[in-house]
């Protein structure tokens, strides 16, 4: 079983920045695919960015490319999310998950593994 931990969410002005990060610990080696999601009170869970593990592959939501870079340091086993110039619109929770199979763009299909969520609120 994997454990992920977020943390680096804040409240921030919009223009702003925030790094965060996800912390995976456990049993990691079957890991194919590694995301960060959002959900906002009232919508539904959107998918950010996800990074493929091994291959690199990466995939953003067009809501944040430009925006944030989504990286992974393996041997830290952390996964980063670096949010630029944001928007009051970001305001949400963000999750990191990780999945068994490979990257399908940003979708939460297949991600079996997630975090509590670390409060990312954007004001204008």
């Known amino acids: 079983e994997m454990q992920l931990v977020e943390s680096g969410g804040d409240s921030v002005q919009a223009g702003g920045s925030l790094r965060l990060s996800c912390e995976a610990s456990?049993?990691?080696?079957?890991?194919?695919?590694m995301g960060w999601f959002r959900q906002a009170p009232g919508k539904e869970r959107e998918g950010v960015a996800t990074?493929?593990?091994?291959?690199?592959?990466?995939y953003y939501a067009d809501s944040v490319k430009g925006r944030f870079t989504i990286s992974q340091d393996n041997a830290k086993k952390t996964l980063v999310l670096q949010m630029n110039s944001l928007k009051p619109e970001d305001t949400a929770t963000y999750l990191c998950a990780a999945a068994t199979r490979g990257c399908l763009g940003v979708t939460s299909m297949g991600f079996s593994d997630w975090g509590q969520g670390t409060q990312v609120t954007v004001s204008s």
């Open positions: 456990g049993y990691i080696y079957n890991t194919a695919c």
């Open positions: 990074i493929h593990i091994l291959r690199g592959n990466i």
